[in-house]
T-cell receptor, first 111, second 115 residues
Framework: SQQGEEDPQALSIQEGENATMNCSYK?????LQWYRQNSGRGLVHLIL?????REKHSGRLRVTLDTSKKSSSLLITASRAADTASYFC???????????FGRGTSLIVHP | GAVVSQHPSRVICKSGTSVKIECRSL??????MFWYRQFPKQSLMLMAT?????????EQGVEKDKFLINHASLTLSTLTVTSAHPEDSSFYIC???????????FGSGTRLTVV
């Protein structure tokens, strides 16, 4: 089953604003990961949050996880034009820890 | 940090020919690598799990004879698209699990165009 559906599908903001992306998943997970993908490129791992964690920070990134609602959010603060990319969440469940991806949120940050 | 090198980054081939894509873990050993396929503006779909020294595990609907996977060493997995057709044109990405955490390192992807 697909683990990770991002919302919104597209987000357009001005530089300096905050960007919030949401992710919902269907079944129980061991961890949830957020990735970034620049157009035509591979994925870059941003942050991983485990099922027993509620919030995690990394630089300008803040990730929350609500296992009761099966949802996660990624907040990018003080966005920059270089943050323009697609962002994917991926939930990993079971013993395999293989991430399964949603469709992603396309973020455009206007300078 | 963990680095995965994927080669080639872009390939154009004629219909009916075969194409090999390589995925290497540069600074760590990866007993398991994963191959994904991505259509434009779509999600990454897991095609198969490549296991060093054993047969790959394919996801439902993926033709194992069409997409040959070989994981002959702890640092190299290859995906061969056999008898390629235009519908095989896509973006293929490999990944490997790095040491120390449960994040995955992805290659830079291969854009395959079959003409």
């Amino acid at each position: 089953s697909q683990q990770g559906e991002e919302d919104p599908q597209a987000l357009s903001i001005q530089e300096g604003e905050n960007a919030t992306m949401n992710c919902s998943y269907k079944t129980s997970i061991n961890n949830l990961q957020w990735y970034r993908q620049n157009s035509g490129r591979g994925l870059v791992h941003l942050i991983l949050i485990r099922s027993n964690e509620r919030e995690k920070h990394s630089g300008r990134l803040r990730v929350t996880l609500d296992t009761s609602k099966k949802s996660s959010s990624l907040l990018i603060t003080a966005s920059r034009a270089a943050d323009t990319a697609s962002y994917f969440c991926a939930g990993a469940s079971g013993g395999s820890y293989i991430p399964t991806f949603g469709r992603g949120t396309s973020l455009i940050v206007h300078p | 940090g963990a680095v995965v090198s994927q080669h080639p980054s872009r390939v154009i081939c004629k219909s009916g020919t075969s194409v090999k894509i390589e995925c290497r873990s540069l600074d760590f050993q990866a007993t398991t690598m994963f191959w994904y396929r991505q259509f434009p503006k779509q999600s990454l779909m897991l095609m198969a799990t490549s296991n060093e020294g054993s047969k790959a595990t394919y996801e439902q609907g993926v033709e194992k004879d069409k997409f040959l996977i070989n994981h002959a060493s702890l640092t190299l997995s290859t995906l061969t698209v056999t008898s390629a057709h235009p519908e095989d044109s896509s973006f293929y990405i490999c990944s490997a699990r790095g040491d120390g955490d449960y994040g995955y390192t992805f290659g830079s992807g291969t854009r395959l165009t079959v003409v």
